[in-house]
Antibody
């Protein structure tokens, strides 16, 4: 059974940093691209970032490029999202999502974690 | 790139069929067959319903079907059931290698 478990969410001040983690199980982690998708309170889904199975290529949404960094440790089956220079508008539930295959192309997300809430407020 | 355009809400009675549209552009929906649909119940993670325009993953009811024409994709739910009441999102891969989502459509089963 595929499982994705996020952690690391919490309250942070504007301008601060936070790192999210997502531990995967039930599939060969290194064979699949992984993504972060967020959802602001009462709003829709927004793709944040993706990373290929081997970790050598990453993509970012325009709203987070230059502030967020996605990475992965395939030996630990863990996906990360380092969030710096956080803004109030980054407040959202952040979901870890497994991709269909190893590449960042034609993505769809077949398994999702339960989400981690990040609140940016003073 | 802007988000894909979906109607904010649709409604139907049990047993009826409804269709949700998802309009993009030649740089996303119109460029590839990489359109997917997700269902989200309140306080739950999204669930994949349709991939690659019209493919249903194992375990998804045959009542859910997808199609595409030009820059617009559609999700049809037939034989509406009360448990179908949820928010539905479309998604498309885009030519800039990004993933776009629609704004979501709230389905009410009357």
């Amino acid at each position: 059974e595929v499982q994705l478990v996020e952690s690391g969410g919490g309250l942070v001040q504007p301008g601060g940093s936070l790192r999210l983690s997502c531990v995967a199980s039930g599939f060969t982690f290194s064979n699949f691209a992984m993504n972060w998708v967020r959802q602001a309170p009462g709003k829709g889904l927004e793709w944040v970032s993706g990373i290929i199975g081997g970790g050598g290529d990453t993509k970012y949404g325009d709203s987070v490029k230059g502030r967020f960094t996605i990475s992965r440790d395939n030996s630990e089956k863990t996906l990360y999202l380092q969030m710096d220079s956080l803004r109030v508008e980054d407040t959202a539930v952040y979901y870890c999502a497994k991709d269909r295959w190893e590449l960042l192309r034609g993505n769809y997300f077949d398994y999702w974690g339960q989400g981690a809430l990040v609140t940016v407020s003073s | 790139q802007s988000a894909l355009t979906q109607p904010a809400s649709v409604s139907g009675s049990p047993g009826q069929s409804i269709t949700i549209s998802c309009t993009g552009s030649s740089r996303d929906v119109g460029a590839y067959r990489y359109v997917s649909w997700y269902q989200q119940h309140p306080d739950r993670a999204p669930k994949l319903l349709i991939s690659d325009v019209s493919n249903r993953p194992s375990g998804v009811s045959i009542r859910f079907s997808g199609s595409k024409s030009g820059n617009t994709a559609s999700l049809t739910i037939s034989g509406l059931q009360t448990e179908d009441e949820a928010v539905y999102y479309c998604s498309s891969y885009a030519t800039n290698s990004h993933v776009l989502f629609g704004g979501g459509t709230k389905l009410t089963v009357l």
